[in-house]
């Protein structure tokens, strides 16, 4: 039979209202951190970056905290707006010989007129 | 400056069978990364290719296996086909080698396996 698919946990807010969305990460020694935005029938697409020797990232609206010491990623999103629902996820990446990239499972943005 | 595009957007196979997937990436870009997604394990990373190299390897089986062309563009290929090779397979493109590197999606070619 088909197998069961991954529940997404969901956050719902109030247009324009401040989203936070959480993530946390498996491996202490990751180096790279991104969080990704898919829309339903779309690829993922980027959003913000990370590297492990800051804390704090702002881009345009959205600001990415990273928190080494319980290996937890925030994506904070301000005045969120209807066009901010989708998925969201986070990817570590590791490098060595061959990079490793490891995805969240991901936390469903639904945005409330 | 067109997007990355994959073709076929939509493929049924049969068990056993072989398939083969297209992605062109944007034009400049020499990086060309696959991914499998699926509901029960997400996103997954199979392999880069940079300059007709693979540059980095996720951990799928040696069914799984790709190729890129001396114009970036790039195919990855699905030997004996099994059900649960029934994905989403993306594509994305970056300008340079490196999964830390800023990747654009393309819009994915779903696979059912029947």
């Known amino acids: 039979g088909e197998s069961v698919g991954l529940h997404l946990p969901t956050l719902s807010v109030q247009e324009g209202d401040n989203s936070i969305i959480n993530c946390a990460y498996s491996n202490s020694a990751s180096d790279y951190f991104i969080w990704y935005k898919q829309e339903s029938g779309k690829g993922p697409q980027f959003i913000i970056d990370i590297r492990s020797n800051m804390d704090k990232r702002q881009g345009q609206r959205v600001t990415v905290l990273l928190n080494k010491t319980v290996k937890h990623l925030s994506l904070q999103i301000a005045a969120t707006q209807p066009g901010d629902s989708a998925v969201y996820f986070c990817?570590?990446?590791?490098?060595?010989?061959?990079?490793?990239?490891?995805f969240g499972t991901g936390t469903k943005l639904q945005v409330i007129p | 400056k067109a997007g990355v595009t994959q073709t076929p957007r939509y493929l049924i196979k049969t068990r056993g069978q072989q398939v083969t997937l297209s992605c062109s990436p944007i034009s400049g870009h020499r990086s060309v990364s696959w991914y499998q997604q699926t509901p029960g394990q997400g996103l997954q990373f199979l392999f880069e290719?940079?300059?007709?190299?693979?540059?980095n390897k996720g951990n799928f089986p040696g069914r799984f296996s790709g190729r890129q062309f001396s114009n970036s563009r790039s195919e990855m290929n699905v030997s004996t086909l099994e059900l649960g090779d029934s994905a989403l397979y993306l594509c994305?493109?970056?300008?340079?080698?490196?999964?830390?590197?800023?990747?654009?999606f393309g819009p994915g070619t779903r696979l059912l396996v029947l």
């Open positions: 290719y940079f300059s007709e190299t693979q540059r």
């Open positions: 994305a493109s970056s300008l340079e080698v490196g999964l830390q590197e800023t990747q654009y």
């Open positions: 990817a570590e990446i590791l490098s060595g010989g061959y990079q490793k990239v490891t």
